[in-house]
């Protein structure tokens, strides 16, 4: 699955891929903020978002199926609010947070799916991130395909010493497992290891460079003003209506 | 000629209490060819990693007159390619072609002249096809021909090249040892492979428990210590 995002990342594939990160990062921050500041008809606003969303998944070329399955991943850690505010006699609150965080979050899909890791933190950066913010990012997003390479690699020797998934996980065989997992990290250690002297080695000062230099050009000027404005003004729209 | 290696007394002990390196002195002069035989563990690629400073242990490390330690150490990366045993841990961008970049990047080469020389060095290894391509999805070899144009795109003064055949069928040996032979860099070459180093290298060094043991020619050096698979394979029986 990794190895598919990185894949993606290599040949930009829809009309958003050649925006600017700067200007997607622009209209991200617009969007969270009108749809977290809603109040009133939230409902109306959510569905008219999720329209929204869906249109620009589609237009994106982001497979709207996956979209709205991985932006669910954030679900499990509302849900907690949601229930206290549920319980709480609040089920209109209840149901807005949890929309509000799903919504924020097929949000942010749509400009990771679209934007290749470097290019997305070089626009952090622009926005004013803290240096070694980023930088702790960007070798996590790294060693994520160290630790997904290893975890492959021991797969593939334990089966072929006829060991399998579904057996790894009972729990006569969670001992075992615990220690594959011990051996996992350490093998993963050793491999980020080599991979920074490797990156160390061809001149890395802390900062990774890209091929493709960012140019803020006046279609990502005009992206970024209508995006905003239509996430506004569905909005207004939305609360007018109702 | 000039010399680019000079190395006194290194030693080095890794934290664990393993002491790789114990006492070496080496030299290596522009132009020149070296081949590091010796065992598993004998202390090779610990030395290999010095060159750089990627590791740093007691003793004199000059590479280009620079003493390797703090400072210097960015001008002698520049001076010094290390291309690593295994590729997979030196090729870490999205595309073949960025990833070999990555090292002009690094030195401040604008993006459009470093991809154009990004290139050039691929095209020279063979693999001027696969710009494009993510890395992971090369075969072993495809992998180490990358890993190497990541290297000869900064033009370094000495390559060091740690088990460059490993992975590579035998006609890639060959076009590897073809392009190495027409480099002007001077090469030091870690390797078990005798006939490729026999084809590749000036000289050898033998590395036993962290010293150089005995200095002298390929052949020299494979008869004396008894190092090539033939004569091994005579004592299976066969």
């Not at chain 1, 799916?113 to 913010?133: D, H, I, K, N, Y």
């Not at chain 2, 043991?213 to 008869?223: M, P």
């Amino acid at each position: 699955m990794l190895r598919r995002m990185l894949e993606a990342r290599a040949r930009p594939q829809g009309p958003l891929d050649r925006r600017d990160a700067r200007s997607k990062l622009a209209a991200l921050l617009v969007f969270l903020v009108v749809i977290s500041t809603a109040r009133y008809a939230f409902p109306a606003t959510a569905a008219v978002m999720a329209i929204l969303l869906a249109a620009a998944c589609l237009w994106a070329k982001v497979p709207l199926a996956e979209a709205l399955r991985r932006a669910a991943v954030v679900l499990p850690f509302t849900a907690f609010f949601a229930i206290v505010c549920w319980a709480s006699g609040d089920a209109e609150r209840a149901i807005a947070l949890a929309l509000k965080s799903y919504l924020s979050c097929l949000a942010v899909w749509l400009v990771v799916a679209t934007t290749p890791m470097p290019a997305l933190l070089r626009g952090f950066e622009s926005f004013g991130a803290p240096r070694f913010l980023l930088m702790v990012a960007q070798f996590i997003y790294r060693y994520l395909f160290v630790i997904a390479e290893e975890a492959r690699a021991m797969a593939l020797a334990a089966s072929a010493r006829g060991s399998s998934a579904r057996a790894d996980f009972r729990i006569l065989r969670f001992r075992a497992a615990g220690g594959a997992l011990a051996v996992l990290f350490a093998r993963s250690y050793q491999r980020a290891d080599e991979i920074h002297r490797a990156m160390l080695a061809r001149g890395f000062r802390g900062r990774m460079r890209s091929l493709d230099a960012p140019r803020f050009q006046l279609a990502d000027a005009a992206f970024a003003a209508a995006a905003s404005l239509i996430a506004v003004g569905a909005r207004l729209a939305a609360e007018r209506l109702v | 000629m000039a010399r680019l290696v000079e190395i006194r007394g290194l030693r080095f002990r890794y934290p664990d209490g393993t002491q790789a390196l114990d006492g070496v002195d080496f030299a290596l002069d522009a132009g020149e060819s070296v081949a590091l035989f010796g065992a598993n563990g004998s202390g090779k690629t610990t030395f290999a990693m010095h060159l750089n400073g990627l590791l740093e242990g007691e003793g004199e490390v000059q590479v280009c007159g620079l003493p390797a330690t703090g400072g210097n150490l960015e001008t002698i990366r520049t001076k010094v390619g290390m291309v690593f045993q295994d590729a997979d841990s030196q090729l870490f961008m999205p595309t073949v072609l960025e990833d070999v970049a990555f090292g002009l990047l690094n030195r401040g080469i604008n993006p459009v002249e470093a991809a154009a020389r990004a290139r050039t060095a691929l095209a020279a290894v063979g693999m001027d096809q696969a710009v494009d391509r993510a890395p992971y999805h090369l075969s072993a070899g495809e992998k180490k021909r990358v890993a190497l144009a990541g290297i000869l795109v900064m033009e370094p003064d000495i390559l060091v090249l740690d088990e460059p055949t490993t992975f590579l069928d035998p006609p890639a040996q060959r076009v590897l040892a073809d392009l190495l032979r027409g480099l002007p860099q001077a090469e030091i070459v870690v390797t078990h492979n005798t006939l490729f180093a026999q084809t590749v290298c000036d000289r050898a060094v033998f590395f036993e428990r962290g010293k150089i043991a005995a200095r002298g020619s390929v052949e020299e050096i494979v008869a004396h210590f008894d190092w090539n698979f033939a004569s091994q394979a005579t004592n299976f029986g066969r």
